[in-house]
């Protein structure tokens, strides 16, 4: 059982910044692969990025790439989401999300069946 704990959420204004974290309970943590996803009221869960178990290679959705970059630090259990010149959509409550490093994981990390384990959510709200 792995637990995450998201932290960092919070209200900022329009092309400001924020960096969510999320910390796992696991030990074995290099061991997973970590994903960052959002919901907005009403829209479906959405992939937001992700990163290898070594952080090598990361991913991101078209709507935030070259504004956010999701990073981890495995001795500390840690993985971050560095969100720059957020706009009002960015608005969501964001999940982290841990799966086991796989050849599954690699061809569906934007996928929510690819994590096996979620925290519960933090807040970001962006003011226009």
């Known amino acids: 059982q792995v637990l995450l704990t998201e932290s960092g959420g919070g209200l900022v204004q329009a092309g400001g910044s924020l960096r969510p974290s999320c910390a796992a309970s696991?030990?074995?943590?290099?061991?997973?692969?970590m994903g960052w996803f959002r919901q907005a009221p009403g829209t479906p869960r959405q992939f937001v990025a992700a990163?290898?178990?070594?952080?090598?290679?990361?991913y991101y959705a078209p709507s935030v790439k070259g504004r956010f970059t999701i990073s981890r630090d495995n001795a500390k259990n840690t993985v971050y989401l560095q969100m720059n010149s957020l706009k009002y959509e960015d608005t969501a409550v964001y999940y982290c999300a841990a799966g086991l490093s796989t050849s599954d994981w690699y061809a569906n990390y934007y996928s929510e069946n690819a994590y096996s384990y979620w925290g519960q959510g933090t807040q970001v709200t962006v003011s226009s």
């Open positions: 696991e030990q074995t943590f290099s061991r997973y692969a």
């Open positions: 990163i290898s178990y070594s952080g090598s290679r990361s």
